[in-house]
């Protein structure tokens, strides 16, 4: 959430910082309703003075007189009922007018960051780097033949038990996945991150705190009757697991890797990826998030990278790291790094994790502060998958095919799983 003192004292600022996003935003509206709060402030705090004053004016003219009911005692009395009757009128009307404007400014995306670069949409990406060996041979086969072929999963039949979009998996299938969630969550835990699991039914107040409310409502399942949705994303309930708190200062930066399942609708992608564990509605992933000192956030940004990073480095999978442009960062987003993993049979890179540095933006939404030479400060939280573990799955089956239709597995991995190769049973 953006600064209301900001949006009132800077509304061109505002309006500049969020058209690098690539569109134009007129905020005039939002910025009527900040001055008109600041001025009911002015005024509440106006009658709260002089009622104070004439209340100590009251008690000094009982004091004095014999007759508590004089008539100038009495005119003083019906004049603080009247300023208390004004300040609960303003009150109440400030009620209104601070729910009004919260509605308005949880409509309104971060800042992008000044390093970021500046493009409409993915086009404009900038690539960092690259790292491995991209596999590039004829006959290659996609990882839902491969897994087709050796029984890992299924697709066909879930769309009885659920609809389309949703998958099972089998043998080797379920023990990959399986084998894939703890080896990231050993990995992650040894790097000085603590583990949780937490629940996947999630309210709207968490989904409004990290940013996935009220803008992408069709994109979640929602439980209308218990006022609860589907976690798209462990990064929702680790926000929410510190909201309304003043953290420490000196437990910072807190830094927390959770296994979840995460369910989207993927509103407005039907017909891409159609086939396979690309884009499904339910998966499993292992986020990463952090708490930090807002005067180190830039270099949590490079380390919860590196940590995604390190997962693919581990499994020996190729990938390429991209600097995100301001038109495609996402909502909550200041400045973003995507992992992308390349997948020999489309030859492309894809996007594999998402690390992204939201500044204050979620802990404003949340109310998630710490102190620093007796102020409170709201704190940054970054957040990236470490990593998505399907498409983990879907890069190391076609990265590691084998001409006589066996899989090899990453050594890493290996203990894990416990054996070298994927074969037909």
């Not at 690539?127 to 087709?148: A, Y």
């Not at 040894?190 to 949780?196: A, C, S």
């Not at 309210?203 to 006022?227: I, R, V, Y």
């Not at 301001?326 to 690390?355: A, K, M, Q």
Request: aromatic share 8%; with cysteine; hydrophobic share 30%.
């Amino acid at each position: 959430m953006l600064d209301q003192k900001l949006i009132r004292e800077n509304p061109s600022s505002v309006e500049e910082n969020l058209s690098l996003r690539g569109k134009v935003f007129n905020i005039s509206h939002i910025h009527e309703l900040t001055v008109k709060k600041k001025e009911i402030d002015i005024e509440i705090s106006n009658l709260q003075s002089e009622s104070k004053k004439l209340s100590k004016l009251i008690g000094q003219e009982i004091s004095k007189s014999l007759n508590n009911n004089s008539q100038e005692i009495n005119e003083l009395k019906n004049k603080g009922n009247k300023y208390r009757t004004r300040i609960s009128e303003f009150e109440e009307e400030k009620r209104i007018l601070d729910n009004n404007l919260y509605k308005e400014i949880l409509s309104l995306p971060n800042f992008p960051s000044k390093d970021a670069p500046i493009g409409e949409d993915e086009n404009n990406n900038v690539v960092i780097k690259t790292w491995g060996d991209p596999l590039k041979k004829g006959n290659l086969k996609s990882h839902w033949e491969i897994g087709e072929r050796l029984n890992l999963f299924d697709s066909t039949k879930s769309t009885k038990i659920s609809k389309s979009r949703f998958i099972t998996l089998i043998g080797n299938g379920a023990k990959l996945e399986r084998a894939l969630i703890n080896f990231m969550l050993d990995i992650h835990t040894k790097n000085g991150y603590l583990e949780l699991i937490p629940p996947a039914l999630v309210n709207s107040e968490s989904l409004q705190g990290s940013g996935q409310l009220p803008k992408f409502s069709k994109e979640s399942f929602n439980c209308s009757n218990d006022d609860l949705w589907l976690s798209p994303t462990a990064e929702v309930p680790l926000t929410a697991f510190h909201k309304n708190e003043i953290i420490d200062f000196k437990l910072l930066p807190i830094k927390y890797v959770a296994y979840s399942p995460c369910f989207r609708r993927e509103a407005g992608s039907y017909g891409r990826d159609t086939k396979g564990l690309i884009r499904l509605h339910q998966f499993n992933k292992v986020e990463l998030y952090w708490f930090c000192d807002p005067c180190k956030s830039l270099e949590a940004h490079k380390s919860i990278t590196s940590d995604a990073e390190s997962i693919l480095k581990k499994l020996n999978l190729p990938y390429r790291l991209v600097d995100i442009c301001t038109g495609d960062l996402g909502f909550s987003s200041s400045r973003t790094f995507d992992l992308e993993v390349w997948l020999p049979s489309s030859n492309s890179y894809r996007e594999i994790s998402s690390c992204s540095n939201c500044l204050d933006f979620q802990a404003r939404r949340s109310s998630i502060r710490t102190k620093t030479n007796k102020k409170n400060q709201y704190i940054h939280t970054l957040n990236g998958s470490g990593l998505a573990i399907g498409r983990t799955m879907a890069a190391i089956l076609e990265n590691g095919q084998q001409t006589d239709g066996s899989v090899k597995l990453p050594d890493a991995l290996v203990p894990y799983f416990g054996s070298n190769f994927i074969k037909t049973t």
